[in-house]
């Protein structure tokens, strides 16, 4: 073998050595998509275009699915006016693994947009959760259906409400008067009342 042959190859066993290296280094030093999405969301009331591109890359880096990473996106695009983008967005999102708070703020804010079949999803979505968060959403979805006229609704999310936190007025009060509003609920209005 050559003398020319030998440092060829030992230069391309240089060149891999360093390349692997890097490699090693990069994996090593490069945010989680945890640590994206932290960083986004803390951005986010500063920087939206810095907070959108490191939920973007929270999403890439787990994978293409990081729903509390899609929610908060959501939520950028629609304080930015991208009403379309954010509906798509949030279609896809998987509304039942993120966190409640998120879908909370989305709601309100689609709400608050005049975008009330993506602020209903996202209530709904808390709703079934039954945390403390859901107490939230059912008040605004009670909001809604008193708008509405859907008095049906009203009750039934009063009842959940007042499933959810037995020991607050507020639901009760809402059941009671909406009950006592209805012809022919009279036994149910005294039901509510009694418990």
């Known amino acids: 073998?050559?003398?020319h042959s030998q440092r060829s190859r030992l230069a391309g066993l240089a060149v891999l050595t360093i390349a692997l290296a890097g490699a090693a280094i990069w994996l090593a030093t490069r945010p989680s998509p945890q640590k994206l999405f932290e960083r986004g969301l803390a951005a986010g009331p500063r920087d939206g275009a810095t907070?959108?591109?490191?939920l973007r890359e929270a999403t890439r880096a787990s994978g293409g699915h990081f729903p509390d990473a899609?929610?908060?996106l959501c939520q950028l695009l629609l304080e930015r006016g991208a009403w379309d983008e954010a509906a798509v967005q949030f279609a896809a999102a998987d509304k039942e693994s993120?966190?409640?708070d998120l879908l909370l703020d989305f709601g309100r804010t689609a709400l608050a947009a005049g975008r009330e079949r993506e602020g209903i999803a996202s209530l709904e979505a808390v709703r079934r959760r039954g945390n403390r968060d859901s107490g939230s959403a059912l008040e605004l979805?009670?909001?809604i259906a008193r708008m509405w006229g859907a008095t049906d609704e009203v009750i039934s999310c009063a009842r959940d409400w007042t499933e959810?936190?037995?020991d607050n007025p507020r639901p009760w009060i809402v059941l009671i008067q909406t009950l006592k509003n209805e012809d022919r609920r009279d036994a149910e209005?005294?039901?509510a009342v009694r418990q």
């Open 70 to 72: 899609e929610i908060a």
């Open 164 to 166: 959810l936190e037995p």
């Open 1 to 3: 073998m050559s003398r």
């Open 189 to 191: 209005c005294l039901d």
């Open 51 to 54: 907070a959108e591109r490191l």
């Open 141 to 143: 979805l009670i909001e």
């Open 98 to 100: 993120c966190r409640t």
